[in-house]
């Protein structure tokens, strides 16, 4: 594919064209879960990553792999464990024959990494990751390694085993730019999982984009254009979350402990962006806000005591806040 357009409209086009392509090409493989497809190759047009929530068996570790191959991209899979050491995951160095240090890459060292079960690994692990994700480089003894572009992390959780893990700090959570929920397959779905599947042959999706298209795209959407009523709009819905300021909404002060940081805002504007292209818009409206604000602030905010108690949801809290 040529990189070259007349203007930023063709590229749009183009790249709506290629999103398309590409939901195609993972339809091959993945039945159904359209919603999370969709929300993990935003974040990866954003140039973010995502954490996805969701029980075994929702092929989270398939979708991954198979997106990886319809962007030909490099791919590992680090499985999180309680002896998992920040080196395994980093790299280390060792002397080699002429007795020198050398500084041997670790797996974090990949266009998409794949933190599987990241909540089973302790809190120096997981904040090994913190540097990688933010600066996209690694720090050993004084030296800074960049990593590849582009660069995503894809961390995966299992929400009904806590026994043996290890909750995310708030820092780590904060890195993702969406929280995904994975639910259970409708019941056509499912059948057609069972049907695709049990005979032990699966579909190879073709490639769709390169590296250099990828990239291109990434810089493509940092140019639309966003109007300040947007910028407004998503700081406006941030400052709602936030219990015990004058700006805070009745629900946060009543629900919650802690409401969203300014990077919420930041990512609201950038999701929008990245929504509003894929669906064909040139510029993002509410709307586009509206569509991520539930994956952006689902992890951002805390619910206290008297919401657990009364069996108000973060989901709720959210519907609500959104229609003040």
Known sequence: MELNFNNDVEAIEALVDKYKELRTEIAKVIVGQDDTVKNILMAMFSRSHALLIGVPGLAKTLMI???????????????FTPDLMPSDIMGTEILDESRKFKFVKGP?????????????????????????????????????????????VLATQNPIEQEGTYPLPEA??????????????????????????????????????????????????????????????????????????????????????????????????????????????????IEDVKAVAHNILRHRIIRNYKAEAEGITIEDIINKLLDA
């Open 172 to 285: 780590q959570q904060d890195r993702f730019m969406f929280n995904i929920q994975l639910d259970y397959p409708n019941f056509n779905d499912e059948v057609d999982i069972v049907k695709n599947t049990i005979h032990g042959e699966m579909a190879t999706p073709n490639q769709v984009l390169s590296i250099d298209e990828i990239v291109f795209f990434q810089k493509l959407l940092q140019k639309i254009p966003i109007a300040d009523n947007i910028y407004q709009y998503a700081v406006r819905l941030t400052n709602l979350t936030r219990p015990g300021t004058e700006t805070a909404h009745p629900w946060a002060n009543d629900y919650l402990t802690w409401g969203a940081g300014p990077r919420a805002s930041q990512f609201l504007i950038i999701g929008a962006r990245t929504h509003a292209v894929l669906s064909g818009k040139f510029s993002p409206d």
């Open 65 to 79: 792999t198979t997106i990886a191959k319809t962007i030909n991209l490099t791919y590992n899979r680090i499985q």
């Open 108 to 152: 974090i060292f990949a266009n998409i990494v794949l933190a599987d079960e990241i909540n089973r690994t302790p809190p120096k692990t997981q904040s090994a990751l913190l540097e990688a994700m933010q600066e996209r480089s690694v720090s050993m003894n004084g030296t800074t390694y960049q990593l590849p572009e582009p660069f995503f």
